[in-house]
């Protein structure tokens, strides 16, 4: 099994409706990210979270929210979909320390 | 705030020769620079770091990365290309205090045979 996993892998949706994509985690690392990725845009951090009460804003964070269930469970809502939502959408990991991120496969997310 | 810049869109080399991806960064403390790699429909994939000590770093798959801490640089490379090195490549710093990583825009490495 993955130590990241995200679902869905793929999801079309309507604009306006609302979506959850989901994120597990194995590591057992305390932090959470969800990023974006657009085409020539690289990565932009939506939201991060450092443990179950801890919820931070990215740069990016205006139209979702997030829920940190528990350590390893953090999930990325859109709570009204529009079309420039359409992205692809990772969910990484990491410890406390140096080490880098540990990065699920994505969820490519189109809004029609 | 922290940045990161590559400024290559596109990198393409012939296997068996030498690549290099570049990377600059700016950032107001000490610099913990990261590379990944993204194959196509996958996430991306921890490839190396520099934290402190040796300028140049060795990581996964034969890639290594000179720090410069003059240049603000940290650019990857390799000795001789493969193929399969064609892939996504990100840099990336990480604000060790605030806890999150800031990415540059990528640059698509193509090696052709």
């Known amino acids: 099994d993955a130590d990241v996993t995200q679902t869905p892998r793929n999801r079309i949706t309507k604009t306006g409706k609302r979506i959850m994509l989901e994120c597990s985690q194995t590591?057992?690392?305390?932090?959470m990210y969800w990023y974006r990725q657009d085409p020539g845009l690289g990565l932009r951090l939506i939201y991060y979270s450092f443990d179950v009460k801890d919820i931070n804003k990215g740069e990016i964070s205006d139209g979702y929210s997030v829920s940190r269930q528990a350590q390893a469970k953090f999930s990325l809502s859109l709570e009204s979909a529009i079309p420039n939502q359409t992205a692809l959408y990772f969910c990484a990991t990491s410890d406390s320390g140096y080490h880098g991120y540990t990065f699920g496969s994505g969820t490519r997310l189109t809004v029609v | 705030a922290q940045s990161v810049a590559q400024p290559e869109d596109q990198v393409n080399v012939a296997e068996g020769n030498p690549l290099t991806v570049k990377c600059t960064y700016s950032v107001s403390g000490n610099p913990y620079l990261f590379w990944y790699v993204q194959y196509p429909n996958r996430g991306l994939q921890f490839l190396l770091k520099?934290?402190?000590?040796?300028?140049l770093v060795k990581g996964s798959y034969g890639f290594e990365a000179e720090f410069n801490k003059s240049q603000t640089s940290f650019h990857l490379k390799k000795p001789s290309a493969l193929v399969s090195d064609s892939a996504l490549y990100f840099c990336a710093v990480r604000d060790i205090n605030a806890g999150k990583s800031t990415f540059g825009d990528g640059t698509t490495l193509t090696v052709k045979p």
């Open positions: 520099y934290i402190t000590g040796d300028n």
């Open positions: 590591k057992g690392h305390d932090r």
